[in-house]
């Protein structure tokens, strides 16, 4: 399979944080998105960004900015999906998702879903890591996705779907377990910026 195209999810309204774009929050000597570009880049062929309103406050990433197809904030689905349309338009057959606000993910996110969807038709897998409560905690921002099931999505949207793992578990999407429970740490709140800036 040709390595994946990246997306980054920068789509949300990032309330809990008093709005604008979590992504272009200062963490170390760049930003929140200035983290996530470093860890996926190396790790994909190309790499796009899913953010809506005005496309100019991104210009000096140098990056492709996707802004949702489905009006209204339909959650990282729509994100998912306008970067599935990108991908299809490069010709190729998937792409890795991550969210912007999540610095700190595995430098090895994009071999590990590749290893977790071997083998299906259309490969789909997303991030999961343990969890005392539950048993495993899933990261539905972080996945891989296949440009073939990007009209089935489409559809799905349409209907009112926002659930991820809903869409997932109905094609028998599988998940890429990472032991560090921390991987996943994302920033909701000017506590967890903090924190972030703690263990940068």
Known sequence: MKQPLGVIL??????????GDKGLLPLGQGTLLSSVIARLEPQVAALALNANGNAARFADLGLRVL???????????????????WAAAQGAETIVTAAADTPFFPCDLVPQLLLAADGMTHPLALAATPDAQRGKARHPTFGLWPVALRDDLRAALQGGLRKVVLWTQAHDGREALFPDEAAFFNVNTPEDLAKAEAMA
């Not at 920068?10 to 709005?19: D, E, F, P, S, W």
């Not at 802004?67 to 349309?85: H, K, M, R, T, Y």
């Open 10 to 19: 920068a789509g949300g309204q990032a309330t809990r944080m008093g709005g």
């Open 67 to 85: 802004p949702d197809s489905i009006e209204g904030f339909a959650g990282p689905l729509a994100g998912v999906l306008a970067g599935l349309d």
